[in-house]
């Protein structure tokens, strides 16, 4: 880990490629997720994408019961499948206590979530069945076209989890169904880890707030409201710093603020131009690097590396003495790129998630890619996934600023670095949001 001087930066040779980048990041990542974060508890209905801290246990057999999963008719496999009439001689709503045995020879009425007699090995459905006989004296015969198997349209007693089971480990980071499934437990609080805290740092003395008109030649900070929304996807707690200016005594007193944090996100001023101050300012704030500079487009300035922390918290686990920091190139196609291969483990370990790495999947090229060899490409595309298979074509766009393509986009086709074109047709990665 040495600073690379800034004339030799953006040389491409002399920078890591992709996977050496990655594996690097990785390596930190594992390092960071060693350490324990602090537990809170939470209501069930805040648990939305924090990170669990204690396994999920079921509290009981799920189902409770062996359950119906049909409208229909209990009944014994073998006998409903003779084609041969059998009595109702008994009815069970959801809710209803389980109504004993069903005895030999006849059919038991049963409805969807409703526990099915002992001695039921069967569901056979309303539709599947001809209704014979009276009201008083009811029975069942199935279409003769049909057969039914055991097992069919019950869900035995524990066949989903058996008590105590452990149905979701810690550092799951929680999701919709996971809540369901608390519920379904009884858990109306979760334990979960504490977020890590992430200070993002927009540098440039065009950027001004939001909030504000630009100027003729200035623009809106749009890039730390986008990292802000993805640290939150990825479990961390952002922490949107003003911004700084590209002077060493701005950058220098946003660092000193910043180190408070776990993970420091910085963007803009990390290029080879005259005001690309931050790897300096960094240097002089105590900062070693992992690497400054990546054989990919968008994205190739972009710095990771580590500096003292302030942040210490209670707990003789919790002890935090280095802050990683990324200096992510200023475009905010570039920034959320780098971001998604390379924070957003970072933040995940911080977060104690046990998963850690972006999210690949494979797709289908709908349209000829051309690129130019010598960098991995990550470039903004849009996948549908109506079709047997998910289809992908790039988005045409104006280069790593154009944020209105990166928008109309849901995902970056990933162009491996020997490559100059991706012929239509052909099996491509694509990087996922
Ligand atoms: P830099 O990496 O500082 O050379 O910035 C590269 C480009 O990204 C410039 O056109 C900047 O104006 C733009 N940029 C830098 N930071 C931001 C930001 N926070 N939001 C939007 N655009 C930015
Ligand atoms: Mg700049």
Not at 25 to 32: D, I, L, N, R
Not at 193 to 202: C, D, G, M, N
Not at 390 to 407: I, K, R, T, Y
Request: aromatic share 4%; net charge positive.
């Amino acid at each position: 880990m040495s600073p690379v001087s800034r004339s030799t930066k953006l040389s491409s040779p002399a920078l890591p490629s992709f996977d050496d980048a990655s594996a690097q990041v990785a390596a930190c990542a594992a390092k960071v997720a060693r350490i324990r974060p602090g537990i809170e508890r939470v209501r069930l209905n805040q648990a939305l994408g924090r990170v669990l801290a204690e396994p999920l246990r079921a509290d009981a057999d799920q189902p409770p019961f062996a359950r119906s999963t049909r409208d229909g008719f209990a009944c014994r496999a073998a006998e409903i499948s003779a084609h041969r009439p059998l009595p109702v001689v008994g009815s069970t709503r959801a809710g209803q206590s389980p109504s004993g045995s069903l005895p030999r020879g006849s059919a038991w009425e049963i409805m969807t979530g409703a526990p099915v007699p002992f001695g039921t090995d069967a569901v056979v459905m309303l539709e599947h069945i001809e209704e014979l006989g009276s009201l008083s004296a009811r029975a069942i015969l199935l279409e003769p076209s049909r057969n039914i198997l055991k097992g069919e349209n019950i869900v035995a007693r524990g066949a989903q989890a058996r008590k105590g089971d452990r149905l979701l480990p810690a550092g799951t980071q929680i999701t919709a169904a996971q809540i369901a499934l608390a519920a379904s437990c009884g858990s109306t609080k979760l334990d979960v880890f504490l977020k890590p805290r992430v200070a993002i740092l927009s540098t440039g003395n065009e950027l001004v707030s939001i909030r504000s008109s630009p100027g003729p030649s200035q623009i809106r900070n749009s890039s730390s409201a986008m990292l802000a929304a993805m640290v939150s996807a990825a479990g961390g707690d952002p922490w949107i710093l003003p911004i700084a200016r590209d002077t060493a005594q701005s950058l220098d007193a946003a660092l000193a603020r910043a180190a408070a944090a776990d993970l420091l996100l910085i963007t803009g001023g990390v290029s080879a131009g005259k005001f690309d101050l931050v790897e300096p300012a960094l240097i002089r704030a105590g900062a070693r690097f992992h690497f400054t500079g990546v054989r990919i487009q968008p994205g190739k300035p972009l710095v990771f590396g580590e500096m003292p922390s302030r942040s210490i918290k209670a707990g003789p686990k919790l002890r935090r003495t280095k802050c990683c920091i990324f200096g992510l190139p200023g475009n905010p196609v570039s920034s959320a790129v780098t971001f998604l291969l390379f924070a957003t483990p970072v933040v995940a370990a911080l977060a104690g998630r046990r998963e850690l790495d972006p999210r690949f999947a494979l797709a289908r090229l709908a349209e000829e890619a051309k690129t130019k060899a010598g960098l991995t490409r990550f470039l903004p595309a849009a996948c549908t996934f109506a079709g047997p298979i998910p289809e992908v074509v790039l988005v045409p766009w104006q280069g790593s600023g154009d944020l209105a393509a990166m928008a109309r986009a849901n995902c970056f086709l990933v162009v491996p670095e020997d490559a100059d074109r991706l012929c239509a047709g052909s099996t491509v990665r694509i990087l996922l949001p």
